[in-house]
């Protein structure tokens, strides 16, 4: 595997019985793309998904990801974390372009950011994170038309992009063990890596 960043194609692929329907279950640094009718299913902390669908053809893809805090000084960790974030929403835009959908007609819905990785006495990570996404987006043009960020508890999110609801249930009475120690892992992952060369955005 390459020590550059990577976002990965989630390979987590089941059938909700619940909502009787194939489902993606997306964990952090993962992304899915589909122009087909499927559930879209992750749980964020920290961490934040930009849900983005065509609205017109109903494809549509969801992202989890963080920005990297590699404790190196401040003009690089800036600089290498705002490259990682722009790499994690444009290799998810880039897909959605190649399955054919058009720029003119996505949107976005946006979650997480919480404040739940411990030692943190304010919402620190999270709020990078909510800055971020909202801040790419207004910049590409891709209208935010729904948003649920920031506060103290993770998030359950489960995204139809074929007819673009998102359905959000906050984790207030969960234990959150597996989902700090999940982003925990990911945050360490990310201080490892680095980001070398530019990712084109397809348009």
């Not at 649920?148 to 139809?160: I, N, W």
């Not at 989902?179 to 990712?199: F, H, P, T």
Request: glycine share 10%.
């Amino acid at each position: 595997m390459s020590d550059d960043f990577e976002e990965i194609l989630a390979p987590n692929l089941y059938y909700d019985r619940y909502f009787d329907i194939d489902a993606v279950k997306i964990l952090p640094g993962e992304y899915y793309v589909s122009s087909r009718n499927l559930l879209m299913v992750t749980v964020l902390g920290s961490c934040v998904g930009a849900c983005v669908r065509d609205r017109v053809s109903g494809i549509g893809g969801i992202n989890h990801f963080m920005l990297p805090d590699d404790r190196r000084n401040e003009d690089q960790r800036v600089g290498s974390a705002m490259r990682y974030g722009d790499y994690a929403m444009e290799i998810l835009i880039n897909q959605l372009l190649k399955l054919g959908a058009r720029r003119e007609r996505l949107e976005a819905k946006v979650f997480g950011g919480g404040n739940v990785l411990p030692g943190f006495s304010h919402n620190v990570v999270g709020e990078r994170n909510a800055q971020f996404v909202t801040d790419y987006l207004g910049v590409e043009g891709i209208p935010v038309v729904s948003r649920d960020l920031l506060g103290s508890y993770p998030r359950k999110v489960y995204f139809f992009p074929a007819d673009g609801r998102v359905l959000v249930k906050k984790l207030r009475s969960l234990h959150n063990d597996t989902i700090v120690q999940r982003e925990r892992s990911y945050q360490a992952k990310l201080r490892q890596s680095r980001v070398e060369g530019d990712v084109e955005l397809f348009r």
